[in-house]
């Protein structure tokens, strides 16, 4: 009865046609020039490029290995070159520099310059520094204005002498002499021509006191006046100093300025900072007449007593934070680890006795200065690792700026201190790598997030498995053999590893392009043929990467088989029995998963308690195998309650599982053991099950079908086998099966068979080799059938269960049930 539904060997697994690939070895191939697939995530990248308005940025997702990280960089570089300037003075890509803000000095002002002229606007800075270093000391030195300086000060001499001479005479008339203190002019009596001691002063009547002080009072009121007309002369000739030094300022600076001027005369923001130069340079004029320090007695100063060394010449300098010289087109930045410093810039600090310095030269610029005007790569793992870098990433994308500033200035976690560099505008492309899980949450939870990031690239990890992309496959791995140096494949090596590629995504007609994995393959491959010294790698090196690598990965799994070949978990591979049936299950184990065989029972009587999931009730089951639990309520309900009440208890178990049980692919073998402890009909134990089932009795799809059935067979080999064991599979999963070679050959050689039923009334049959029965015209299920078994037990608990009913009503004891 079960043949019927058994699967032929060729429907077991692909096998790649070797006419497929015309061709000796991948060395006679084209290496790949193009991409293979992905023509969705490639049209939103060439439309996300292609859109240069505020908002269109890319959020490349898809599985790791599926190149979306080379197809990225191969894009940039196509539109790069598309985008790269013909002259070699384009503006395009621009410089930006900072310089002094001689209006407020802790907000340093940005200046875009062209393409490479932030270099050269530092040198042109730098020579006028030196410039006035070195002229300014030739002018302020020199005979000329030595000779011009020295004349007003003789004339101030002469007029104060002009101005004290009469006062000096006047006060010898009166018995006195000007004495000149600290505090200022003394006026001292006199005795014979000398100043007079405090002794005979003190020994003078009081008569002869009084009239000198009320000289002195009268002299001091011509001295008081003669005072201030001498500070009124001294301002005069002052005055005139500082016009003189002007005047020598601007013969200084009124040529290097000009220059620069004429020379970056189509930057206005350029040609303020130079008024700003000059008005400086006239204003601190003493910066080029102080003599240099004497950097050997600076040395000698203790540390305690160093002072911060500062740079007279700093208003002048600049800083250029984004040098795009040697840049041909539009910048290209992949940031592997964005921190906040890293991605938006930072002012640097110079450490001193007693705390920090900073300056404008100081500011150093991030990833998001450099690729300004281009393009930058993030990875969304690496930027939402970084505390308050996604915030400040999409405020920059959102503003259009960029500020360098600390991150607890920039979240106002604290008062912005220091400086506050003037923002720098912002037209950059930001690319973000990352997997779908994120972008979904992101796009869930951020209201930002889908203003700033509007083009989705999303890659599969699959392709159609046509003649074009086989081709290209082989060509992808003649390109990277030959990049790499690694031997080339013949024929069979690449219809090997072509099948691998189709078992990857479990679909016969589909091939994946997860290239990372695909990669490791060739390289293992590689590996064991030069361990053969072959010239060329075949099917059996790349079988034998393939064996290798489930050896290096599968210890637990072959714990697993240990345990159930010596009887500590029991599982069955032989006979039958009631309500107890093999269900197949899928481990998990990051880079490795097996199928693994499970008993699970059912057991069922009388009550109203419904179905009971133990691993529900233990809290070991998920939402997925909750689900599938409960469905097999509405079959039942469905199929044998129509005329009756389902009078039923059951309880279903997945004996010794501790580790806890999800998703619904069982629900179908926890169906089959019900149906068999209700109807008293032994389950094979040879055959082990999988597939889901709906409330209509069909068996659906399920993942990890090559796993499972390969987990049983493993299973049945340790154990022996008998040519009677095999996998109850659904009909829909016959593409998904892609199942190694040596499974196939043991079927092709009826050692093992794998059954695949589209209804659970076909699967009851091939469990159990009796017919499942449909009704007939008058409602009935065919005598002896596993469906008129169930329904009479289930009309047995009705009746029961009525007459217990009936017996409570009446308090009959007779019919109520023994405690």
Known sequence: MAHKFEVPPDKLSWRCDLSYLPFTCTAEMTPLEDFIGQDRAIRAIQFGLGVNKPGFNIFVTGLTGTGKTSIIKAFLKKATVERAPVQADAESPADW???????????????????????????????????????GRRVFEGDEFARD?????????????GLMEPLMAEADKNGFTLRMTPSGVALLPTKEGKPMQEADYLALPPEQKKALEDKRSEIGK??????????????????????????????????????????????????RYFDGVRDHILNSLHRFKAAEPDAAAAQLLPVQMAEPVTDPFLPYRVNVIVDNSDVQGPPIIVETNPSYHNLFGVVEKKPVVGGYITDFTLIKAGSMSKANGGYIVLYDRDVLANAGVWEALLRVIKNRELRIEEPAAFFGWAPPQGLRPEPIPTDTKVIVIGDPHLYRALASTDPDFRETFKVKADFDFQVDRSQQNI???????SDYCSREGLHHFDTSGVARVIEHCARMVEDQEKLSTRFSDIVDLLIESEYWAGREKAELVSAKHVEQAILEKS??????????????????????????????????????????????????TAKTYMGRGGLVNI??????????????????????????????????????????????VDGDSASSTEL?????????????????????????????????????????????????????QGVLMPT????????????????????????????????????????????????????????????????????????????????????????
Not at 222 to 249: D, Y
Not at 254 to 264: F, G, M, S
Not at 685 to 712: D, H, L, P, W, Y
Not at 787 to 806: D, G, M, S
């Open 222 to 271: 011509s001295v008081e006046e003669t005072l201030r007309e001498g500070k009124k002369v001294e301002r005069e000739i002052n005055q005139r100093l500082e016009e003189l030094e002007k005047k020598a300022g601007e013969y200084l600076v009124a040529i290097p300025l000009a220059e620069l001027r004429e020379k970056y005369s189509d930057n206005l923001k350029l040609l």
């Open 149 to 161: 300086r020295q004349s007003l000060v003789e004339e101030l001499q002469r007029k104060q002498q």
């Open 672 to 724: 089959y053991a019900i149906l068999s402890s209700l109807s008293g009909v032994p389950l094979k134990q040879n055959i082990a099950v999988t597939g889901s089932v709906n409330q209509n009795g069909e068996i659906q799809a399920i993942g990890g079908i090559n796993r499972k059935i390969e987990g049983f067979y493993d299973l049945c080999r340790v154990k022996g086998l008998t040519g009677e």
């Open 615 to 660: 691993e529900r009730e233990a809290k070991l089951s998920g939402k997925s195998h909750d689900k599938g639990v409960l469905i097999l309520g509405g079959y039942l309900g469905g199929k044998y309650a129509q005329e009756k009440p389902l009078s039923l208890s059951t309880s279903i178990c997945f004996e010794q599982s501790y580790d806890g």
């Open 97 to 135: 520099c900072y310089v002094y803000n001689f209006i407020d000095p802790d907000r340093p002002q940005s200046i875009k310059m062209r393409r490479g002229w932030g270099r050269v606007l530092k040198s042109d800075m730098e020579q006028l520094i030196q410039f006035l270093q070195h002229e």
């Open 551 to 600: 050896f290096r990965l599968n210890l637990l799994e072959k714990r697993l088989q240990e345990l159930i070949t010596d009887g500590t978990v029991l599982v069955e591979v032989e006979g039958s029995e009631v309500g107890q049936i093999n269900g197949l299950a899928v481990y998990q184990m990051g880079d490795f998963s097996f199928g693994k065989p499970s008993r699970i």
């Open 471 to 477: 081709t290209a496959f082989a060509c992808f791995i």
């Open 732 to 819: 829909s999963n016959l593409r998904n099966l892609m199942l190694r070679p040596d499974v196939v050959q043991a079927v092709a050689e009826e050692k093992f068979h794998i059954y695949a039923v589209q209804s659970i009334d076909q699967g009851i049959e091939v469990l159990t080799d009796v017919v499942a029965g449909t009704r007939n015209t008058a409602g009935k299920f065919p005598a002896g059938s596993i469906n008129a078994l169930v329904e009479q037990k289930l009309t047995q608990f009705a009746e029961r269960q009525r007459q217990i009913n009936a017996a409570e009503a009446r308090h009959d004891p007779s019919l109520m049930p023994e405690t």
